[in-house]
């Protein structure tokens, strides 16, 4: 079975510091992962994904990840926070050897980015 | 707009009562998903299509839940005799699969249920 932990409820940050929200997966075979953000009310946007290739993965608004192996991880970075960037985000993941099962989410985690 | 549309947008109904979720997804995807969210929490999966075909039911689709895509396009979620657990917010994605496709979803705004 697949699953995805994200272990901070909520982060913190002064707007123009960096910022990461972690997230580590569990999957049998090699891993589709992506993170996806929430902002109230509203459903959820695709920022970006690993399929394979490079480690580190370029999405949308300034927002990258690194797809670490050796530590099952997917950690979600931006060099320097907004306060516009303060959401709820979401990392998910699917076996890639599984090809159809469903996208498995996280419990999301609470980023707030403080002026 | 040519993106996921979904239909009410939010829903009060009481208990025991019948609700209908409408689902357009983007034209040209051939699979659409049904996802649930309740407060804090991310979301659960439903029920899946690839066309017209219910492809996998999630164990959390009980009785009451029902889903169909009849020709391929839009998608319906009926939760007939609705219980107050039944609260949440109904998402639906799509996303194509095939060529280089990779099957990231791309979601609707959401139908929010409030059950009374």
């Known amino acids: 079975a697949q699953s995805v932990a994200q272990p901070e409820d909520q982060v913190n940050v002064a707007e123009g510091n960096p910022l990461t929200v972690k997230c580590t997966y569990s999957?049998?075979?090699?891993?589709?992962l992506f993170w996806y953000v929430q902002y109230p009310n509203r459903g959820l946007q695709f920022l970006l994904k690993?399929?394979?290739?490079?480690?580190l993965v370029k999405g949308s608004y300034g927002f990258e990840a690194e797809f670490n192996k050796s530590q099952t991880s997917f950690h979600l970075k931006k060099p320097s926070a907004l306060v516009s960037d303060s959401a709820l985000y979401f990392c998910?993941?699917?076996?890639?050897?599984?090809?159809?099962?469903?996208?498995?989410f996280g419990k999301g985690t609470r980023l707030s980015v403080i002026a | 707009d040519t993106g996921v549309s979904q239909d009410p947008r939010h829903k009060i109904t009481k208990r025991g009562q019948n609700v209908t979720f409408r689902c357009d997804p983007i034209?040209?995807?051939?699979?659409l998903y049904w996802y649930r969210q309740t407060l804090g929490q991310g979301p659960e999966f439903l029920t899946y299509?690839?066309?017209?075909?219910?492809?996998?039911k999630s164990r959390l689709l009980s009785d009451r839940f029902s889903a169909e895509r009849p020709k391929g396009s839009f998608s319906t979620l009926e939760i007939q005799r609705t219980e107050q657990g039944d609260s949440a917010m109904y998402l639906c994605?799509?996303?194509?699969?095939?060529?280089?496709?990779?099957?990231?979803?791309?979601f609707g705004e959401g139908s929010r249920l409030t059950v009374l």
């Open positions: 994605a799509s996303s194509f699969t095939g060529g280089a496709g990779t099957g990231e979803l791309f």
């Open positions: 999957v049998s075979g090699n891993p589709y």
């Open positions: 690993y399929i394979t290739g490079d480690n």
């Open positions: 998910a993941v699917r076996d890639m050897g599984s090809g159809n099962t469903p996208l498995v």
């Open positions: 034209s040209e995807h051939n699979r």
């Open positions: 299509f690839q066309n017209e075909a219910q492809l996998e």
